[in-house]
Antibody, heavy 116, light 110 residues
Framework: QVQLVQSGAEVKKPGASVKVSCKAS????????ITWVRQAPGQGLEWMGW????????KYAQKFQDRVTMTTDTSTTTAYMELLSLTSDDTAVYSC?????????WGQGTLVTVSS | QSALTQPASISASPGQSITISCTGT?????????VSWYQQHPGKAPKLIIF???DRPSGVSHRFSGSKSGNTASLTISGLQPEDEADYYC??????????FGGGTKLTVL
């Protein structure tokens, strides 16, 4: 079955960066996009961007354009999302999901807490 | 890209039907048949329940249906059950090759 397993929770100080991983299994990794979504505590879903797994084509939300990097490693079927210059507003659950126009499988989410 | 507009909350009784609206623009909802809907229970990952405006993934109850008219998409849940109580989010592909979510609707089953 399709599975997306993410790395564990992180606590970061303001100004630091975080890199979240998303290990995919149970499907042909190269045939699908990976989308990253975040959800701040008590808030709604926020689209961050997508990456085409096999060739790295990507599109980021304008809000994150200058401080997010999404990558994939096809040899390990793993996607990564790195966010720089963290502030308290970046405290959220970060999730990877399979797909672009619709997201049919989701990771379990990674809580990133930004606190001094 | 502004978020799609959804009602913040809806409440109804078991057995009733409800419709959640999702309003965008001709650059997103109105321009593409790539509207999807997600159900999220507290502390859980979102679950895809409708894709491509009105298609249901395998295993999703037929009580969930989707439609679109102009710039507004709708999710209808018929025969409400207690387990339908959750947050619901719409999303749409946009002309910028990005995706936008709605603000979410909290459904309470009284």
């Amino acid at each position: 079955q399709v599975q997306l397993v993410q790395s564990g929770a992180e606590v970061k100080k303001p100004g630091a960066s975080v890199k979240v991983s998303c290990k995919a299994s149970g499907y042909s990794f190269n045939n699908y996009y990976i989308t990253w979504v975040r959800q701040a505590p008590g808030q709604g879903l926020e689209w961050m961007g997508w990456i085409r797994s096999y060739n790295g084509d990507k599109k980021y939300a304008q809000k994150f354009q200058d401080r997010v990097t999404m990558t994939t490693d096809t040899s390990t079927t793993t996607a990564y999302m790195e966010l720089l210059s963290l502030t308290s507003d970046d405290t959220a659950v970060y999730s990877c999901a399979r797909g672009l126009n619709w997201l049919d499988s989701w990771g379990q989410g990674t809580l990133v807490t930004v606190s001094s | 890209q502004s978020a799609l507009t959804q009602p913040a909350s809806i409440s109804a009784s078991p057995g009733q039907s409800i419709t959640i609206s999702c309003t965008g623009t001709s650059s997103d909802v109105g321009g593409y048949n790539y509207v999807s809907w997600y159900q999220q229970h507290p502390g859980k990952a979102p679950k895809l329940i409708i894709f491509a405006v009105g298609d249901r993934p395998s295993g999703v109850s037929h009580r969930f249906s989707g439609s679109k008219s102009g710039n507004t998409a709708s999710l209808t849940i018929s025969g409400l059950q207690p387990e339908d109580e959750a947050d619901y989010y719409c999303s749409s592909y946009t002309t910028n090759t990005t995706v936008v979510f709605g603000g979410g609707t909290k459904l309470t089953v009284l």
